[in-house]
């Protein structure tokens, strides 16, 4: 008979230990495929992330994965306890024998859960370690009880969900996520302070359309090109949050704290609202991270010895999906796959270019932005930038 591991839980979020842990009873011959069940409203616990945003984590850690499936007989409604699954499951394998794989922590609690007589009649348990708790005798009690439950030979997961929520929250990139559940999780703001609400309020409509496009390509960005990608999110998701004021109330903040280097500078809000947006973004949204604040501070006049977050958060400002088509926009694009440093300098090439035409002021610190980076391209990044100018 089809042996069928089933691997319940809020995965909140799924990580790397929770698939280890299948893949190690596929390889040990204890079940012959394992499915993942994801619980939209366990009885235990209430789940940080909502149900379908643990779904689609869920399907990009499995996508691809041999031997393991997803169901989602967890997210049908008024279900809440395992037992509930039990007849769902049944309708999708009606010809398997189910083998229930749970942490020792929860030997002790089995018998009292939610008809736990129908659980030891129709499935099996096989149990892997949890760090702090021994189940020998939480074992032998299952067994008088009449459950049938094995121990799985395995090493400790070595990650823990609510860890990963706790490095999320502080804009860490947390190991012991698949990338794509970490980019994921990074697009949508999961486990961390929501910010939209606000940040709806603060600019008009195709701002906004913006903004959440500015993230989503710098998180894309900074994936591709080994930034750090929570931060990468938040700079993102800030960057613009002085674009919405008026030119008068930017400059009163500006000229109290000495935020702009140039004085003529005082006399645009495109260059005022970086300075201006990560100076609120400190002291309203509570964001200290320097790295995230640089970041929004130099995305419109960048600063010599800008970091790759810097120009991750300049280059997808200047080329997010949202983006109407403008001269240069293209050739920026292609440049980001290969370089930020060359598709930031493109861009300030071609800004400077249309500056010029226009009659109106470059100012000193770009300038000197393009130089530094002129200086710091590889050869190669200059002959790629070659071919596009």
Same mark, same amino acid.
């Given at each position: 008979m089809l042996r069928v591991g089933v691997l319940g839980g809020t995965f909140d979020p799924i990580h790397e230990g929770h698939v280890a842990l299948a893949e190690r009873a596929l390889t040990l011959g &204890?079940?012959?495929?394992?499915?993942f069940l994801p619980m939209a409203s366990p009885f235990h616990r209430e789940a940080a992330a909502a149900p379908e945003h643990r779904l689609q984590m869920c399907r990009l850690?499995?996508?691809?994965?041999?031997?393991?499936?997803l169901s989602e007989a967890g997210m049908a409604p008024g279900v809440r306890y395992t037992s509930d699954?039990?007849?769902?499951? &049944?309708?999708?394998?009606?010809?398997?024998?189910?083998?229930?794989?749970?942490?020792?922590?929860?030997? &002790?609690?089995?018998?009292?859960w939610h008809q736990a007589d129908k659980l030891f009649e129709t499935c099996e348990f096989l149990c892997y370690p949890r760090e702090g708790f021994e189940g020998e005798k939480a074992l032998r009690k299952l067994q008088r009880c009449g459950a049938q439950v094995t121990m799985l030979e395995t090493d400790l997961l070595p990650f823990s969900s609510s860890r990963i929520r706790k490095k999320t929250a502080r804009y860490e990139d947390a190991p012991g996520l698949d990338?794509?559940?970490?980019?994921? !999780?990074?697009?949508?703001?999961?486990?961390?302070?929501?910010?939209?609400?606000?940040?709806?309020?603060?600019?008009?409509?195709?701002?906004?359309?913006?903004?959440?496009?500015?993230?989503?390509?710098?998180?894309?960005?900074?994936?591709?090109?080994?930034?750090?990608?929570?931060?990468?999110?938040? !700079?993102?998701?800030?960057h613009d949050c002085a674009k919405g004021m008026s030119q008068k109330d930017m400059e009163k903040i500006a000229r109290k704290h000495e935020l702009m280097p140039d004085e003529g500078m005082l006399s645009s809000g495109a260059m005022m609202h970086?300075?201006?947006?990560?100076?609120?973004?400190? &002291?309203?949204f509570g964001i200290q991270d320097e790295d995230v604040l640089n970041a929004i501070r130099s995305h419109t006049i960048g600063r010599p010895g800008m970091t790759e977050l810097e120009l991750c958060i300049f280059v997808a400002d200047a080329?997010?999906?949202?983006?109407?088509?403008y001269e240069g926009?293209?050739?920026?694009?292609?440049l980001a796959e290969e370089s930020l440093a060359a598709a930031a300098l493109h861009s300030m090439r071609l800004t400077q270019a249309f500056l010029h035409r226009t009659g109106r002021p470059f100012f000193p610190i770009v300038l000197e932005t393009m130089k530094d980076l002129e200086g710091r391209l590889t050869a190669e990044e200059k002959q790629l930038l070659n071919a596009y100018t």
């Open positions: &204890k079940v012959d495929q394992v499915v850690a499995l996508e691809g994965k041999p031997g393991i499936s699954t039990l007849p769902l499951l &049944k309708k999708e394998y009606p010809d398997a024998r189910l083998v229930l794989l749970l942490g020792a922590d929860k030997l &002790k609690s089995l018998p009292d990338r794509r559940v970490l980019c994921y !999780a990074a697009e949508n703001g999961l486990y961390q302070q929501d910010f939209l609400p606000r940040l709806k309020l603060m600019m008009n409509p195709r701002r906004f359309q913006h903004t959440l496009g500015v993230r989503q390509e710098a998180v894309r960005l900074a994936d591709r090109h080994g930034v750090p990608i929570q931060k990468a999110a938040i !700079a993102g998701l800030l970086g300075p201006v947006g990560a100076y609120l973004a400190q &002291k309203q080329t997010e999906p949202n983006r109407e088509d926009l293209t050739q920026i694009r292609r």
